[in-house]
C-alpha cells in the first residue's frame, strides 16, 4: 500500500476559533478509513480541506505519487484529479431512471463529446450493468430514482460517484437515516469499493465502523487523538473520555 493522501500540520482557523491543528492524517491506496470523533472534532473540515471547499491557514496536502499540492488546486481540478465526496444527504436525479443516473455519472466523466463516440457508448453499457451489480440495484435500473428508499438512493449516489472513478472516495455518514439490513448492505459496498481504492468513511455509528474492519482514526480539537485498529482506539482512555464515554 502507498500513500495517496499526506495531510501534513494542517490548522484552520473560522474567526478565531482554531477548528483544524495542525493536523496529520494519511491515506493508502488502497485503503478504507473510518474518522470518528465528538461533534465539532473536525471530521467535516478535513474533508473540505481535502477537496479544496476550505483553505488551511498553514500545511501541506500532497496528492499521489509526484506529490501534487492539492492546496494549489481549484475544487473542481481536485475532483478531476480523482478526489470523489459523498455528502450525507443523496442528490440523485429523481426523475431520472437508474440506469439513466449512472448513464449520466458516466458522461460527465468522460466530456459531452464522449456520447457521439458509438463504441464508448457500447463500453458505457457494460459499465453501467457492472456498476448496478456492484451498488446491488440490478433489478432496479428501469425504476424512477425517486422511488428508491433512502438507503437505495445512498448507493446509487455512491454507484455514480464510482462512474467517475475516483482514487479517493470521501463518505460523510453513509448509515444515517438506514435500517439495519441498509447498513449491512452499505458496509459490503465500501468495503468492496476500498480494494481498489481509497475509501474515507464518516461515522458516528460504532456496530457500522466495526463491519467495516478498518484502521480508524480518531479527532478531537482539530487533531488525531488516536488511530488504529477499533478494538485499538476503544481501548484508548483518553477516546472514551472524550467521546464514547459521552
Ligand atoms: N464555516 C465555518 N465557520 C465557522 N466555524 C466553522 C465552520 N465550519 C466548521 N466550523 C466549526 O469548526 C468546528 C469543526 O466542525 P466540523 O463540522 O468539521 O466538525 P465535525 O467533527 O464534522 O462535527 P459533526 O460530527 O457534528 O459533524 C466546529 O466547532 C464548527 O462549529
Same mark, same amino acid.
Given at each position: 500500500?502507498?500513500?495517496?493522501?499526506?495531510? #501534513?500540520?494542517?490548522?484552520?482557523?473560522?474567526?478565531?476559533?482554531?477548528?483544524?491543528?495542525?493536523? #496529520?492524517?494519511?491515506?493508502?491506496?488502497?485503503?478504507?478509513?473510518?474518522?470518528i470523533g465528538p461533534n465539532g472534532a473536525g471530521k467535516t473540515t478535513f474533508m473540505d480541506i481535502v477537496t479544496g471547499k476550505t483553505r488551511p491557514d498553514t500545511g501541506k496536502v500532497l496528492w499521489g505519487e509526484r506529490s501534487i499540492d492539492l492546496l494549489k488546486l481549484s475544487e473542481s481540478q481536485i475532483a478531476k484529479a480523482g478526489v470523489?465526496?459523498?455528502?450525507q444527504k443523496p442528490t440523485v436525479f429523481e426523475d431520472q431512471s437508474v440506469h439513466d443516473n449512472l448513464a449520466m455519472a458516466l458522461k460527465n466523466k468522460r466530456g459531452p463529446f464522449s456520447v457521439l463516440i458509438w463504441k464508448a457508448a457500447e463500453s458505457d453499457r457494460a459499465r453501467i450493468v457492472e456498476l448496478a451489480e456492484e451498488i446491488g440495484l440490478s433489478d432496479r435500473l428501469a425504476h424512477r430514482a425517486g422511488d428508491l428508499s433512502h438507503g437505495q438512493k445512498q448507493w446509487l449516489e455512491i454507484g455514480m460517484l464510482l462512474a467517475q472513478d475516483p482514487r479517493l472516495l470521501l463518505v460523510d455518514e453513509p448509515a444515517a437515516g438506514m435500517t439495519p439490513a441498509e447498513r449491512e448492505h452499505t458496509t459490503d459496498l465500501l468495503k468492496r469499493a476500498a480494494k481498489t481504492r481509497a475509501v474515507v468513511?464518516?461515522? !458516528?455509528?460504532?456496530?457500522?465502523?466495526?463491519?467495516?474492519?478498518?484502521?480508524?482514526?480518531?479527532? !478531537?480539537?482539530?487533531?488525531?487523538?488516536?488511530?488504529? #485498529?477499533?478494538? !485499538?482506539?476503544t481501548k484508548n482512555q483518553q477516546v472514551i473520555d472524550v467521546y464514547l464515554g459521552r
Amino acid at each position: 500500500m502507498s500513500t495517496l493522501l499526506e495531510v #501534513s500540520g494542517v490548522s484552520v482557523t473560522f474567526d478565531g476559533f482554531r477548528a483544524i491543528n495542525n493536523l #496529520s492524517i494519511a491515506i493508502g491506496e488502497p485503503e478504507l478509513r473510518a474518522v470518528i470523533g465528538p461533534n465539532g472534532a473536525g471530521k467535516t473540515t478535513f474533508m473540505d480541506i481535502v477537496t479544496g471547499k476550505t483553505r488551511p491557514d498553514t500545511g501541506k496536502v500532497l496528492w499521489g505519487e509526484r506529490s501534487i499540492d492539492l492546496l494549489k488546486l481549484s475544487e473542481s481540478q481536485i475532483a478531476k484529479a480523482g478526489v470523489g465526496r459523498k455528502f450525507q444527504k443523496p442528490t440523485v436525479f429523481e426523475d431520472q431512471s437508474v440506469h439513466d443516473n449512472l448513464a449520466m455519472a458516466l458522461k460527465n466523466k468522460r466530456g459531452p463529446f464522449s456520447v457521439l463516440i458509438w463504441k464508448a457508448a457500447e463500453s458505457d453499457r457494460a459499465r453501467i450493468v457492472e456498476l448496478a451489480e456492484e451498488i446491488g440495484l440490478s433489478d432496479r435500473l428501469a425504476h424512477r430514482a425517486g422511488d428508491l428508499s433512502h438507503g437505495q438512493k445512498q448507493w446509487l449516489e455512491i454507484g455514480m460517484l464510482l462512474a467517475q472513478d475516483p482514487r479517493l472516495l470521501l463518505v460523510d455518514e453513509p448509515a444515517a437515516g438506514m435500517t439495519p439490513a441498509e447498513r449491512e448492505h452499505t458496509t459490503d459496498l465500501l468495503k468492496r469499493a476500498a480494494k481498489t481504492r481509497a475509501v474515507v468513511v464518516i461515522e !458516528h455509528d460504532m456496530e457500522f465502523i466495526r463491519r467495516l474492519e478498518c484502521r480508524v482514526t480518531v479527532l !478531537h480539537e482539530g487533531a488525531v487523538l488516536a488511530e488504529g #485498529s477499533l478494538d !485499538h482506539v476503544t481501548k484508548n482512555q483518553q477516546v472514551i473520555d472524550v467521546y464514547l464515554g459521552r
